[in-house]
DNA sequence: GCCTACGTGGCATTAACTGCCAGGAAGGCA
DNA sequence: TGCCTTCCTGGCAGTTAATGCCACGTAGGC
């Protein structure tokens, strides 16, 4: 193995070690009393190397989110292209739904970001990096014709409804404690938004 | 005139004279690069009295938000009984876009939105809250049925998928210089959603 | 045993906020 | 007119997140 691989593995163990601080921590006492110099202290490390692993205090919550986005648009890329824009989209919810983490830490995560206003807001950005990734991904997918919005304006409005609706599901998953299965939830929420009357 | 008056409107002259400064600064220099140090001095007033105007540096470009939601709240509620959710969400949309500032400031505003990603976010944090007030509004004027899933969830479908359509109308709207009507775009939005195939 | 690369900690600094306190202007009242 | 209350304002110090810089240590190649 060559060091860079070392120096990955020692450095996810340093990663794992300062993310179950913090989430603890701010479990404990919340996010907003919880200061970026008091993980550093209980993780073992220096506040200057905290931030050279997380940029900022919310990636603590929802840093790894990146990866799940890339995930997201590589899986609705290679749905097949007879495929439904809607169908392709949920294909790529439902992957995202199996490679997260367990159960109960997703819960707690959730709970955090939509009770804590700076989370909430962070979350929503960088979900909006993803929408603006896969639209181009969305536009190949549209069925076209005459009388139809322009394919940016179809392929927006697609993306945009689908992560209200991921959003929305998960607002409620959260609220239920999780008891409620959250893609039924998600196509619950498609259901009524698709269906006429 | 009672001197609470007086001085309401003192105040309200000091928060359009900052709020000129402030957006004027923006434009010229983006907003991360402005400080709130420089937009109090060249404003006339203290950093610590801005402070007391605007709790954030953000509530400088999207404070008056607040207000937006109020109306938006009170148009709908008085939508004709008769009228679908759909279309009194609609109607609300409607009157938002006539009461907003004039078009050239809106779009200078948006455009400061949808670039700063921190500003976005807070933003659409801002409407959230919105849409968690129309959510019992919204829910008086849905068709029950069997097999529909439970009213909030409809509910928060519906809301979630319109302030998803206004922001992605919006969005355009502004990346068009604003050439292409607002309503429109929200219309070709929704239509996209909503039609099926 | 050097040399380079890279991770780390300490230090200083910036910028957004917040708490506290002193002072000043507006209006009520003797 | 003079006093008192009320509210607004500015200055000052302090906290917290975040960044740049530099010096130190360590792991691997020669």
């Known amino acids: 193995m060559s060091m860079t691989t070392l120096w990955e593995r020692s450095r996810q163990v340093a990663v794992q070690a300062i993310l179950g601080t913090a989430v603890r921590l701010f479990a404990e006492q919340g996010y907003e009393r919880?200061?970026?110099?008091?993980?550093?202290r209980e993780a073992g490390i220096s506040q200057r190397s905290l931030f050279r692993y997380f940029g900022t205090k919310e990636d603590l919550v929802c840093g790894d989110q990146e990866a799940l986005g890339e995930l997201l648009k590589r899986t609705v890329e290679q749905q097949p292209a007879e495929m439904s824009a809607?169908?392709?989209?949920?294909?790529g919810f439902e992957v995202i739904l199996t490679a997260n983490h367990p159960p109960e830490r997703a819960l707690e995560l959730s709970r955090l970001i939509f009770d804590t206003p700076s989370l909430h807001a962070r979350y929503i950005e960088k979900r909006l990096r993803w929408q603006a990734e896969l639209v181009p991904v969305i536009r190949a997918r549209l069925s076209t014709g005459p009388g139809r919005p322009a394919p940016d304006t179809?392929?927006?409005a697609i993306v945009a409804t689908v992560f209200a609706c991921i959003d929305t599901a998960t607002e409620l998953w959260a609220g239920h404690d999780g008891?409620?299965?959250?893609?039924?939830?998600?196509d619950q929420c498609l259901a009524t938004v698709r269906d006429q009357g």
């Open 86 to 91: 809607w169908d392709a989209l949920r294909a």
């Open 34 to 40: 919880t200061t970026v110099a008091q993980i550093a």
């Open 179 to 186: 008891r409620i299965d959250l893609a039924d939830l998600y």
């Open 154 to 156: 179809q392929a927006r």
